[in-house]
Structures are given as C-alpha cells and as structure tokens.
C-alpha cells in the first residue's frame, strides 16, 4: 500500500541517486517536475548524485547540461559509465597505452584524461578497446574494434543498454551496437562498467556514509538491477523505458522496492507504493483466472499495482492482466495496461 500520510518516501535517506535518460530528462528536455523535485531537494539539504550509463557526455557536460535545464549540479556529483570505464582502465594498463575506442568524443576525452592515449584503428596495436554509445559509430568503427579483439585485445563496454528513451519513443542504445560485435565474434565482452554492474550505484552510496541511499531509475534491466546489486532500495519511476507490463513480469533481481508514476512519489505518499502489497489491499483484489491475473474492486491506481506484484510475482500465472471491474479497468488504462 501507499505510506501513511506524513510518511515522506525521501524521509528515510540521506542520498538520492538518479539515472538521468528517462528520470530527469529525455535526451536533452526535462521531464516535467523532474527540476521541480531535484530543487527541493537541494532547499531541503538533500545530497544527490546522479549515474548515467550514458557514455557521449563527460561529467563535466553533464554537469553543464542539468545546470542550463535549471538542475543546480556539480560535475563531482555525475558519475558516468565512460569516467568509471577510463578509471578502470587506467588502472589496468601502463600509462601512456594506446585504447581503441568506438563512441563518442567523450570516451575519448575521459581516456586522455586518465593518460591514456585513444586510436581509432586496429593498426595502432591498441591495449585494448572501449566501446560507447556514439550516435555516430559506423560500420567502420565496429569493424575496427572487431579486428582488435580478435587479435588480442581486451573488450570493455561502458554498458549494455538496448535501448536509449527519447520523445520519439526507444532508440537503439549501446548494448544494440554491442550486440553488433557480439555476433560477429560470437562472444560477449570481457568486461561491462555500468549498470546493472554495480559500481556506478556503490560508488555513489559511499558518499553517504552511514546514511541510507535510494536509488531512482527507470529501467529494471539497468537502475533496478543495479541497485539491488548494490544493496540498495531502489524507486522506478514510469517516465522512461519500462512499464507496467515489464513490471510484472520482472525476475527477483529486476523488481524495485518502490513504483510511482513520477518524481513527484519522492514526496507525496499517495504517489509512491511499495512492490510488493497484499492481493487484497486499498479496495482491490487479485485473483488468477484461466491462468492470467483478474482484478477487481475499485481503489488507487498504485494500490491496484502493488496488489498486482504480489500475485504476479508469486504465482505462476501469465502476467497478463484482465479487469473484473469498470473501475479496475480504469485504474489499468491509467497504468498503461491494455490487456
């Protein structure tokens, strides 16, 4: 069920992590009452950070980037897949060792950073090679990589995201371009650095000392997973790639302990619900029907979600979902369930 009232979801925290793509933004515009929230976090003294599989911008530009859409944040408060692959590279290679990359500038940019000297061609003998989401990557760059790794070199990924959200709907993300190289070579990379790995998350966490922290996304296969390899709670919020039906049907390791529609559950109880709730709970219940989950009763939307979680996610039933009532018919539209 929904907090109590007064019972603020963000009260129990001391840190607040945010994915960025489909949590504050999509590609380059906020999301509505994302700046909103993050600054009364900041009135209230709330520490933040934010972690980005997104690898075709520096912290640093990050930074810049949230700052101009109003986010008042600092580039030590970013945390990128491509600054924690460069890290990690750093401290497995001499200084000075030459790195394919295939992404964007970037990458690049984070690699000479740390000492390390970025190419572009398998002939430059590279150590090893980083790959990025780059909008620009090509067959050539792929093909290059392609041939360094099969003669040698270690293969690094910044993540695996099949998918990036934009207003048009999900566009293909770096884990699509890994699969590229995945098939050719028929096997997977030697290393990922960001989510689901936990790293990014537990790196973040550390600044909050003996603090709790909660991380919020909104991708089970990513933020959610990460999180709970991190050993942390996690809030999705439904702004971005995954839904409801991806919701219910989520293995152990994808499913958050929270779910609201928007950043808004940070501070309203009634937005908020915690995953799972009891079949029968806020006016709803839930039953499997000829092997799908029937709902019925009438009641919050989010009751209805948390009611559906407990059964989905212990019963071996279709996560498909069917209303039993005019108003739990309503309460799925308004999840975006059609059936």
């Known amino acids: 069920m929904t907090a109590s009232a007064g019972e603020r979801l963000v009260d129990g925290y001391a840190l607040v992590v945010f994915d960025l793509d489909g949590v504050i933004y999509l590609i380059d515009r906020p999301i509505p009452g994302a700046v909103e929230a993050v600054g009364r976090l900041h009135a209230e003294g709330r520490a933040v950070a934010y972690a980005t599989n997104n690898a075709s911008r520096r912290s640093s530009e990050v930074a810049d980037l949230l700052t101009g859409m109003g986010v008042a944040a600092r580039r030590e408060e970013v945390l990128t897949s491509a600054a ?13 060792a030459p790195v394919l990359v295939v992404g964007a500038e970037a990458l690049r940019a984070e690699l000479r950073a740390v000492g390390l000297r ?47 959200p934009s207003p048009r709907g999900p566009l293909p993300g770096n884990g699509s371009l890994v699969a590229v190289l995945r098939t050719a070579l028929g096997r997977d990379p030697d290393v990922v650095v960001g989510k689901p790995e936990p790293a990014l998350f537990a790196t973040a966490a550390r600044r909050a000392g003996a603090g709790r922290t909660l991380v919020v996304g909104d991708r089970l296969d990513t933020d959610i997973e990460g999180a709970r390899r991190a050993g942390l709670d996690s809030l999705l919020v439904l702004t971005g790639v995954s839904d409801v039906p991806e919701l219910l049907a989520a293995p152990e390791a994808r ?10 559950g940070l501070f309203d109880p009634a937005a908020a619900v915690r995953v799972p709730g009891t079949p029968d709970a806020g006016g709803w219940s839930v039953t499997v029907a000829d092997g799908e989950l029937a709902l019925d009763g009438a009641g919050r939307p989010l009751d ?36």
């Open 304 to 339: 209805a979600l948390a009611a559906l979680c407990a059964v989905a996610w212990s019963a071996a039933a279709d996560p498909r979902v069917r209303p039993a009532s005019a108003a739990a018919a309503e309460a799925l539209a308004t999840l975006g369930v059609t059936g």
């Open 255 to 264: 499913r958050p302990t929270y779910v609201s529609v928007d950043l808004a």
């Open 84 to 96: 924690a692959t460069a890290e990690l590279l750093r401290d497995r290679l001499p200084a000075g």
């Open 118 to 164: 970025p190419v572009s061609t398998v002939d430059e003998q590279p150590a090893a090679v980083a790959q990025g989401y780059g909008p620009q990557v090509g067959w050539v760059d792929l093909a290059e990589a392609s041939l360094a790794v099969r003669a040698g070199a270690p293969w690094y990924a910044t993540n695996t995201d099949r998918t990036l």
